[in-house]
């Protein structure tokens, strides 16, 4: 499966980008393999669609040939592991995060994106209080 590599930059240290990123993504459908300062591995599922269990359950009450041809051909290949990996590089100001992961998991890293601070917003200065 061909990874999708998306691309954010934030205010906020490397570091602090890591750490948010670990109990993001643990409390999907990812577990935490490995973890350093500006990287973060995590291994996960893709869902099954109910269809093809339904077809496997059917093929294996009716046939048992059919239910597991479906099982070895299908359903095992479909449902490996795949790494998402978080990668956070300092940059003046911030920290630029890029992030690869399998397609099925694009909303959810769009989600973690859109939930880090970015960085022309921190680079603004505070509004000036009225006079």
């Known amino acids: 499966m061909a990874d999708n590599v998306a691309n954010g930059k934030t205010s906020l240290s ?3 980008v890591i750490v948010r990123a670990v109990p ?3 409390t999907e459908k990812f577990k935490t393999t490995s ?3 500006r990287t973060a591995t995590f ?5 099954l669609p109910w269809g093809l269990l339904l077809l496997t359950v059917l093929g294996f009450l009716l046939f048992i040939v059919p239910g597991i041809l479906l099982y070895v051909l299908v359903i095992r290949k479909r449902h490996r592991f ?3 990996v978080v990668t ?6 911030g920290t630029e995060v890029s992030i690869s992961s399998p397609p099925w998991a694009a909303k959810l890293v769009t989600r973690f994106l859109s939930a880090l601070p970015s960085l022309a917003a921190a680079a ?3 509004p000036l209080p009225p006079q």
Do not use: D, K, T, V
């Open 24 to 26: 993001f993504f643990s």
């Open 82 to 84: 795949s790494n998402l």
């Open 43 to 47: 291994e996960g599922r893709p869902p």
């Open 35 to 37: 973890q350093a300062g």
């Open 124 to 126: 603004a200065p505070p």
């Open 14 to 16: 490397s570091e602090e």
């Open 88 to 93: 956070a590089s300092p940059i003046e100001g």
